[in-house]
């Protein structure tokens, strides 16, 4: 059963970076496509960004292009999500999970504690 930590949230203002790391456990991580999602209050959890099992490919949802920089470490277990030029409407609790490439659906069912990113304005 893959466990995941997710951590670095925070309070910053609007404009702010943040870097956010998440670190699972399991052999399997480098076989794996891991996914960055969050899910903003009141609404649904959805794919923020995603990134291939060696790095090589990374896509990300519309609204993050240009401010946000997934990458992973195979060697560390770890996968990170830079946060740049933050907005208000990036408030959410961050969460990542083993995925699917091309779907974004995820491998395990079960998911981290998140991480909360508040942005203020």
């Known amino acids: 059963q893959v466990q995941l930590v997710e951590s670095g949230g925070g309070l910053v203002q609007a404009g702010g970076s943040l870097r956010l790391s998440c670190a699972a456990s399991?052999?399997?991580?480098?076989?794996?496509?891991m996914g960055w999602y969050r899910q903003p209050p009141g609404k649904e959890r959805e794919l923020v960004a995603i990134?291939?099992?060696?790095?090589?490919?990374?896509r990300y949802v519309d609204s993050v292009k240009g401010r946000f920089t997934i990458s992973r470490d195979n060697a560390k277990n770890t996968v990170y999500l830079q946060m740049n030029s933050l907005k208000p409407e990036d408030t959410a609790v961050y969460y990542c999970?083993?995925?699917?490439?091309?779907?974004?659906?995820?491998?395990?069912?079960?998911w981290g504690q998140g991480t909360q990113v508040t942005v203020s304005s």
């Open positions: 999970n083993a995925a699917n490439y091309f779907s974004a659906r995820t491998v395990n069912n079960d």
């Open positions: 399991g052999s399997d991580f480098s076989s794996n496509a």
């Open positions: 990134i291939s099992s060696t790095g090589g490919l990374k």
